[in-house]
Structure formats: structure tokens, C-alpha cells
């Protein structure tokens, strides 16, 4: 590896072990606290919207978690009103990665740059979600004001996908009767691979698009993830009692954001794409625009259980490392493996993967193929020079991805 490669890594574990010192420093009961944040964004702040209203819902998970859901129900051209349409709507279902949130598909230059307001210009009923931890999600029915109830960060994606994910369809459901058409980036599609395994998620769902999808991690690279797991920083920050990572907690927030002003210092190039792999297409405005919004909280035990994928390479769920507490979750020694054959045969799927993607590697994503078998309804869209996050922010991701999605959509009866 060249020698600039080492000095990005060290940079990024002193950029973390800072983060996890100053965590510790200011404690943990202040790190539950409840997010100073606007729980409304649709009625207040249009300018993440790119200008397009949107209409904030509550849901309510049945363990308690109160998430944030945003629907887009119209754009500019005479094909996304309601007024003198004949039919429904048809709804689509937004599902966000791994530390990121709703707004990460708003991060670009121009509305048409937005896969939600594409969708919607096009006449879909958009619904974007934030899943728990995230800054417009972190509430819970039993918090007061000043502070989340102790277990709060007690989470991995399995949650998500057991709680998260059917208390948004449902909800979909009952307000437009009609089941949507479900897009997934990253740990948005590891989820809807693990809720097939659990609930009938075909009966809210028509079909799913996975967006870089993660579900099994053999060929994970040495890029930042890779050096987490294998480091087990995980285990240990776990071990100070830190319960969530926020990476943009100051100071970490401030040294990162004075490295991104630095004229010539590419951010992206340095910091993120050690995550994702080398972006190739984003604008470079909007590296500063990614970092107003993005990354955001997530559990350490959720980014251990990403680590457990990579060390056991397994899709499973999280392993609490000894027998008998894997008994007392589970009833069963060994975490329970997701069983993803539980996707019906005739399930449409939709599979679009990046040959610059460091985390969704194509070797993985083959190796999702093969598990699923042949004689199953599975469209792929591989663009060799796209990274993790090229998808959702790249300026011509309008031009080599959404037709594909909207034509993908549109075959679907
Ligand atoms: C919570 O905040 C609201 C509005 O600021 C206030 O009216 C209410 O009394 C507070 N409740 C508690 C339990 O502190
Ligand atoms: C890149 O960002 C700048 C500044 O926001 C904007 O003026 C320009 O149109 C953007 N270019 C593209 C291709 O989106």
C-alpha cells in the first residue's frame, strides 16, 4: 500500500480514538441526551428539500421507538399532482444506510440530482424514512425531555429490520392501501434481506431495489471498516460504556470540518472514501453539504455486529459472545443465521452495485447471487467506476441509475 494509504489509515484511527477519548470525557448520561433538533423539517427548513414540501409523520415502533417519516406527495410537472389524476398513486419507500440519514438523499446540487424528488416529479408518492438513533428519530415514548431511557442505544439493523421496517410499511399501508415499491441503500438493503426472514414483508412490498447491497462481507478489503473489525475497537469502546458513536460530537465535529476547509484537502478523498471506496462523480460542493447533515449516530453495538460479519462471515444476528447469553436472547447457543431463501421465487428484485464500492464489493454481491439460486426475478445494474456513495449523490446518478430504477418500477404490475 503506498505510503500516503498508511497516513490516511493512522489519520482516521486517531480521528477515532480522539473521538472515543472525548466521548468518554464528556460522559455518557450526556450523550443520552435528547437531540436540541427540529422534529419537523417538512414545515420548517426548505432548503434540504431542494424546495419541495414534504409532510412529517410519527411512527411508533412496538418497542417504543418514535421514528420520523417524511412523504413527498408533489413536485412541479403536471404528472406528480393529485388534482385530475385518475388512479392512485403508486407509493415508494426511501430506506437509508448506515450511519446516514433521510437527508442523505437531498446532499446534492440540484433537485433533479435527488433520487425522492426524481421519484416524485415522475408521479410516485415518495416516503423517506430515518431510521432509530438518527437525529430526527431519536425519541422514545418512555423519554421526558432531558434524557433517552438507559437502554436506548440497546440496538443493531436487526432491530431496524424486525421494528422499524413493518411499523413504516404498515403505516404506508394503512394510509395509501397499497403496497410500496421498496429502495434500500447499504444497510437499507441488509435489513430488507434480514425482514424477509422474519415477516411476510411481501404482503406491504412489490419489490425491492438494493442499492449497493451489504449482506455478506468475505471480500471486505483494507479499507476503514475492515481495519475496525479486525482491530475490535467495537469491543473495546464498548467496553468504556460508550453507547453510541457519534463521530461528529466536538470536538471531533470541529477538527473535521477545519480538515475539509483547508483549500486542496479533499475531505472525501480522505476521510470518507476510506469507508466507501473513491467516490468517483460527486460535486465538490457537496462534500460540504454531506458533512452538514452526515454521518450521524449509530450504536457501537450496531457497528459491532457489522464487525462480527466481517470476522464470521455469516448473515446473522448479533453475537453476545458467550453461549449462555446468546441462550437467554435466543434460546439457542449460536446467534440465529438469516435464512434470505424466505424471499419468494417470483420476488422482483433489483440489484445495482459499484466496481469502486468498498463496501458493497462485487465479489460479495455475487456471492448474495449464488445463495439466492437460479430462476428468481433478479434485474443488476453494475457501473464499474461507482463508489458507496455515488449512488445517492453522483451528478449523473440521474442519467445511469434512476431510469433504470423508474423503468425496473414501471414493469412491475
Ligand atoms: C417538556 O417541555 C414542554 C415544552 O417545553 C413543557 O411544556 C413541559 O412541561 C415539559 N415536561 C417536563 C416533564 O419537563
Ligand atoms: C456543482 O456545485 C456548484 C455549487 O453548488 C453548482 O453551481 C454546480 O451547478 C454543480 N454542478 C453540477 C454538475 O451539479
Not at 68 to 80: A, C, D, I, P, Y
Request: hydrophobic fraction near 40%; aromatic fraction near 12%.
Amino acid at each position: 500500500m503506498a505510503v500516503h494509504g498508511w497516513l490516511l489509515v493512522i489519520s482516521v484511527l486517531v480521528i477515532v480514538t480522539v473521538s472515543f477519548a472525548s466521548s468518554k470525557l464528556q460522559g455518557v448520561s450526556q450523550h443520552n441526551n435528547v437531540a436540541a433538533s427540529p422534529h419537523s423539517i417538512c414545515s420548517g427548513d426548505f432548503s434540504f428539500t431542494k424546495g419541495y414540501r414534504c409532510q412529517d409523520y410519527d411512527v411508533i415502533t412496538e418497542d417504543g421507538y418514535i421514528l420520523k417519516l417524511w412523504r413527498f406527495r408533489e413536485g412541479r410537472t403536471k404528472e406528480s399532482q393529485w388534482e385530475g389524476r385518475k388512479k392512485q398513486k403508486q407509493p415508494v419507500f426511501i430506506q437509508h444506510g448506515v450511519l446516514m440519514n433521510g437527508q442523505c438523499w437531498f446532499v446534492v446540487s440540484h433537485a433533479d440530482q435527488s433520487l425522492p424528488l426524481v421519484l416524485v416529479e415522475h408521479g410516485y408518492d415518495v416516503w423517506v424514512s430515518n431510521s432509530r438513533g438518527t437525529t430526527f428519530s431519536q425519541r422514545h415514548i418512555s423519554s421526558n425531555n432531558l434524557s433517552l431511557p438507559a437502554n436506548y442505544w440497546d440496538f443493531t439493523w436487526s432491530e431496524m429490520a424486525s421494528y422499524d421496517l413493518p411499523t413504516f410499511l404498515n403505516f404506508v399501508y394503512l394510509e395509501t392501501g397499497q403496497k410500496v415499491h421498496y429502495i434500500g441503500h447499504s444497510q437499507g438493503t441488509t435489513m430488507m434481506f434480514a425482514a424477509f426472514s422474519e415477516w411476510k414483508v411481501q404482503e406491504r412490498v412489490k419489490s425491492a431495489t438494493m442499492v449497493a447491497p451489504v449482506v455478506y462481507l468475505n471480500h471486505m478489503p483494507f479499507g476503514l471498516v475492515d481495519v475496525l473489525a479486525k482491530a475490535y475497537i467495537g469491543e473495546i469502546a464498548g467496553s468504556f460504556g460508550i453507547p453510541d458513536l457519534n463521530i461528529m460530537t466536538e470536538p471531533i465535529g470541529t477538527i473535521v470540518r477545519a480538515l475539509c476547509n483547508v483549500p486542496g484537502v479533499d475531505c472525501f478523498g480522505w476521510i470518507v472514501s476510506l469507508f466507501t471506496g473513491m467516490n468517483c462523480c460527486m460535486n465538490a460542493s457537496t462534500v460540504e453539504l454531506w458533512f452538514g447533515s452526515q454521518p450521524q449516530p449509530t450504536p457501537i453495538k450496531n457497528l459491532v455486529h457489522w464487525a462480527q460479519g466481517v470476522r464470521k462471515q455469516v448473515f446473522g444476528k448479533y453475537d453476545y459472545g458467550d453461549p449462555a447469553t446468546n441462550l437467554e436472547h435466543y434460546g439457542v447457543p449460536e446467534p440465529p443465521p438469516y435464512n434470505i431463501l424466505k424471499m419468494p421465487k417470483d420476488f422482483p428484485l433489483f440489484l445495482i452495485y459499484g466496481g469502486g464500492d468498498l463496501l458493497a464489493i462485487r465479489k460479495d454481491v455475487h456471492i448474495l447471487l449464488n445463495k439466492l439460486g437460479p430462476d428468481r426475478n433478479i434485474r443488476e445494474l453494475y457501473i464499474d467506476n461507482y463508489a458507496h456513495l455515488d449512488f445517492l449523490e453522483a451528478v449523473n446518478a440521474k442519467d445511469l441509475v434512476y431510469p433504470d430504477i423508474i423503468s425496473f418500477m414501471r414493469g412491475i404490475r
